[in-house]
Antibody, heavy 118, light 113 residues
Framework: QVQLRQSGAEVKKPGASVNISCKAFGYPFIDYHIHWVRQIPGQGLDWMGIMDPKNGRSTFARSFRDRVTMTSETSTTTVYMELRGLTSDDTALYFC????????????WGQGTMVTVS | DIVMTQSPDSLAVPLGERATITCRSSQNVLQISSRKNYVAWYQQKPGQPPRLLFTWASSRESGVPARFHGSGSGTYFTLTLSSLQAEDVAVYYCQQFYSRPWTFGQGTRVEVK
């Protein structure tokens, strides 16, 4: 079954970093890009960046560029997203999602990881 | 960046009635060579991740009920629910994947009146 499974909820202090994992199941891992999307409680969807597991390259949204890193581990079919310099404004639900080769919309999503900065 | 603007922000429709959501993009998202509009629609229910409903503005994903209809071209798009069901209560988002950064509309909350 095709799915993305994310790591569990995190509680962090301001200034700390968080590392969220997204493990892929049921499809050829390197053939699909992985995106990260943030959703502040009660608000909309905010694209953070894209990772290409085939070559390890990533591109980030301007607002996250200075403090986000995305990596992938082909052997474990897992993508990681690290966000540094956390503030209370980073309290949100973080999703990973894949986009298939035939289009760039997001057809499979992880369940989300809640990060609370307090 | 391409800005996606949805309207309304929320709407309440009686069961069985039509619900229409519009989405405008600040730039054209129609690729002339392929004649495809790089717009997707998502449904998000409380406590769940978004679910992809449509790609290419009007291509329904597998398993999406036929009462959902996506249309539009260029900079103007609509998502129509022809006969609202209780299970359709959700927030709906449009998204452009024409150019980076990917951007979403602000969302439209659909409720039963």
């Amino acid at each position: 079954q095709v799915q993305l499974r994310q790591s569990g909820a995190e509680v962090k202090k301001p200034g700390a970093s968080v590392n969220i994992s997204c493990k892929a199941f049921g499809y050829p891992f390197i053939d699909y890009h992985i995106h990260w999307v943030r959703q502040i409680p009660g608000q909309g969807l905010d694209w953070m960046g894209i990772m290409d597991p085939k070559n390890g390259r990533s591109t980030f949204a301007r607002s996250f560029r200075d403090r986000v890193t995305m990596t992938s581990e082909t052997s474990t079919t897992t993508v990681y997203m690290e966000l540094r310099g956390l503030t209370s404004d980073d309290t949100a639900l973080y999703f990973c999602a894949r986009d298939p080769p035939d289009h760039d919309a997001f057809d499979v999503w992880g369940q989300g990881t809640m990060v609370t900065v307090s | 960046d391409i800005v996606m603007t949805q309207s309304p922000d929320s709407l309440a429709v009686p069961l069985g009635e039509r619900a229409t959501i519009t989405c405008r993009s600040s730039q054209n998202v129609l690729q002339i060579s392929s004649r495809k509009n790089y717009v997707a629609w998502y449904q998000q229910k409380p406590g769940q991740p978004p679910r992809l409903l449509f790609t290419w503005a009007s291509s329904r994903e597998s398993g999406v009920p036929a009462r959902f209809h996506g249309s539009g071209s260029g900079t103007y798009f609509t998502l129509t629910l022809s006969s609202l069901q209780a299970e359709d209560v959700a927030v709906y988002y449009c998204q452009q994947f024409y150019s980076r950064p990917w951007t979403f509309g602000q969302g439209t909350r659909v409720e039963v009146k």
